[in-house]
């Protein structure tokens, strides 16, 4: 199996080990490629992003390990940074440049109401918050709360062109059926409008599998239909264990390739010393 993790978080945020103890269990478990990708600080206090007043020592840490582990690891710099707003978010060219990033995860955790200058609505975290959040910064109103959530993720591909797009159907994480459907007719057309603007971009889409190790939700980010068009439309995919211990960097790995082979997907793309480059699904198996 060539094992790869692209989507990793230390204690540098919310991760709960250091970057070299990570990479030694790295090594020891038959990874071969081991991005780092802190949570970027956010203009607000939180307790799972970086502090900013980190970002350096973080740049540095990865450089040491880099070097250290070079004929046992590929190591990666990167940031899963979020997207909150256009002019409320740090740019990404800004991480690129001061992270020294050797490739940036885009993600949105925090949905905002442009009629609402303060509220935000988490999407992460305990389920209650969902209600609570969705209550404050959009009335209640479901319907535009998702359409806002997907219409920030074309935003920021559209603005931010990250190279990566975390857990991109997020936002059903902590529904859980509550609020709407993903069969609904007005979800599926937010939802296909965004993979077309995705597909323009050509921006890839990982495949995360970490609601399904942790039992936060039944299947991976995004889900086995979204997998297939996907694949339909051509955009590139890639697998993420979202890991935050050193023991989950190959949970459900081989599961999510299987997941895509089954969508019909030949490839995955993996991140080398050359950039972005596409792995056959049967070639990463054996």
């Given at each position: 199996?060539?094992?790869?993790?692209?989507?990793?978080?230390?204690?540098?945020?919310?991760?709960?080990?250091?970057?070299?103890?990570?990479?030694?269990?790295?090594?020891?478990?038959?990874?071969?490629?081991?991005?780092?990708?802190?949570?970027?600080?956010?203009?607000?206090?939180?307790?799972?992003?970086?502090?900013?007043?980190?970002?350096?020592?973080?740049?540095?840490?990865?450089?040491?390990?880099?070097?250290?582990?070079?004929?046992?690891?590929?190591?990666?710099?990167?940031?899963?940074?979020?997207?909150?707003?256009?002019?409320?978010?740090?740019?990404?060219?800004?991480?690129?440049?001061?992270?020294?990033?050797?490739?940036?995860?885009?993600?949105?955790?925090?949905?905002?109401?442009?009629?609402?200058?303060?509220?935000?609505?988490?999407?992460?975290?305990?389920?209650?918050?969902?209600?609570?959040?969705?209550?404050?910064?959009?009335?209640?109103?479901?319907?535009?709360?998702?359409?806002?959530?997907?219409?920030?993720?074309?935003?920021?591909?559209?603005?931010?062109?990250?190279?990566?797009?975390?857990?991109?159907?997020?936002?059903?994480?902590?529904?859980?059926?509550?609020?709407?459907?993903?069969?609904?007719?007005?979800?599926?057309?937010?939802?296909?409008?965004?993979?077309?603007?995705?597909?323009?971009?050509?921006?890839?889409?990982?495949?995360?599998?970490?609601g399904i190790y942790r039992g936060k939700y039944h299947t991976y980010f995004p889900n086995e239909n979204i997998i297939k068009r996907c694949v339909e439309l051509g955009i590139p995919l890639t697998v993420s264990v979202d890991a935050h211990h050193p023991g989950e960097l190959t949970?459900?790995?081989?599961?999510?390739?299987?997941?895509?082979?089954?969508?019909?997907?030949?490839?995955?793309?993996?991140?080398?010393?050359?950039?972005?480059?596409?792995?056959?699904?049967?070639?990463?198996?054996?």
């Open positions: 199996m060539y094992y790869f993790s692209l989507h990793t978080h230390s204690n540098f945020c919310d991760g709960k080990t250091s970057i070299e103890a990570i990479c030694e269990t790295a090594i020891k478990k038959g990874l071969q490629t081991l991005g780092f990708s802190s949570h970027a600080p956010v203009p607000f206090e939180t307790k799972w992003a970086m502090h900013f007043q980190n970002l350096e020592p973080y740049v540095a840490e990865v450089k040491r390990c880099k070097e250290k582990f070079s004929e046992q690891l590929e190591i990666y710099r990167s940031l899963e940074a979020d997207f909150i707003a256009h002019n409320r978010s740090v740019p990404f060219d800004v991480w690129r440049q001061l992270g020294q990033l050797d490739y940036i995860i885009g993600s949105v955790h925090l949905v905002s109401n442009p009629e609402k200058e303060n509220a935000i609505w988490f999407l992460d975290g305990p389920a209650e918050n969902y209600e609570i959040g969705l209550n404050e910064c959009f009335d209640g109103d479901i319907r535009q709360g998702v359409r806002s959530y997907y219409r920030q993720i074309q935003e920021m591909i559209i603005t931010q062109k990250p190279d990566m797009i975390a857990h991109i159907d997020k936002v059903v994480m902590n529904n859980k059926g509550r609020f709407f459907s993903e069969k609904d007719d007005w979800y599926q057309s937010i939802l296909e409008q965004t993979l077309k603007v995705i597909a323009k971009a050509g921006t890839v889409i990982e495949v995360n599998t970490r949970s459900e790995f081989e599961s999510a390739l299987k997941a895509i082979r089954q969508a019909g997907g030949k490839s995955i793309s993996i991140f080398t010393k050359n950039g972005w480059k596409q792995k056959a699904i049967d070639a990463v198996i054996s």
